[in-house]
């Protein structure tokens, strides 16, 4: 692996743990085994590799999701399939968990990559869900963009539960009940 991708993997893993004004340069540097100099021969600063970090993280984040949304199943499968995914429950959500860190919010370069990419989040769940009405696997009486922004505040907002209870039950009880509710939608 090349010095700047040890850098932006390490940006990526301190500010999944520490957020942005808890990630120094020194700490990338020291986590990547790579010295200042290297630091900002790639790097402006620590905003730049930040950017560089959070674009990495959405990437992947969108990559993995679209792989799910977009597999077989009815719509209500592939929501599930991305909702019962494997997750570090307590670490919460590397781009969610950014919304929390005023810096990151103040700052317009680090606030883009994450509105656009929770946008995406929100957008792409509502083609499932319209897939799925159209389909007539999901009740007509569903509006797809508020069924998925609530889809997307159930997942964020069990990370605060399960973080705040240290345990992940929240967060699955969470998760059941968007599930439930969406089966119950469902036309017989």
């Known amino acids: 692996m090349s010095t700047k991708d040890r850098l ?3 940006t990526r893993e301190l500010l ?3 957020g942005y004004v808890g990630t120094s340069p020194k700490a990338i540097q020291h986590a990547a085994g790579a010295g200042q ?3 900002y021969h790639h ?3 620590k905003e730049e590799l930040a950017r560089a970090a959070i674009d990495r993280t959405a990437e992947e984040m969108r990559a993995a999701v679209d792989a799910q949304l977009a597999g077989p199943g009815t719509a209500l499968e592939r929501i599930s399939a991305y909702l019962l995914r494997e997750r570090e429950v307590l670490r919460g959500c590397p781009i969610g968990g ?3 860190d005023a810096e990151v919010m103040a ?3 680090l606030r883009e990559p994450v509105d656009r990419t929770l946008s995406w989040l929100r957008a792409r769940l509502a083609q499932v869900v319209a897939e799925g009405i159209a389909a007539g696997e999901l009740s007509p009486a569903l509006d797809p963009a508020a069924t998925a922004s609530s889809i997307v505040a159930t997942l964020q907002g069990g ?3 399960a973080r705040a209870a ?3 039950q929240p967060f699955d009880q969470a998760v059941a009940g968007i599930l439930a509710l969406l089966r119950a939608s469902a036309p017989h």
């Open 37 to 39: 100099g290297s630091m």
């Open 16 to 18: 999944w743990e520490r």
């Open 107 to 109: 700052t317009p370069a």
């Open 166 to 168: 240290d345990s992940a």
């Open 8 to 10: 932006i993997e390490s």
């Open 98 to 100: 950014l919304t929390q």
């Open 43 to 45: 790097f402006s600063g």
């Open 159 to 161: 990370y605060v539960l």
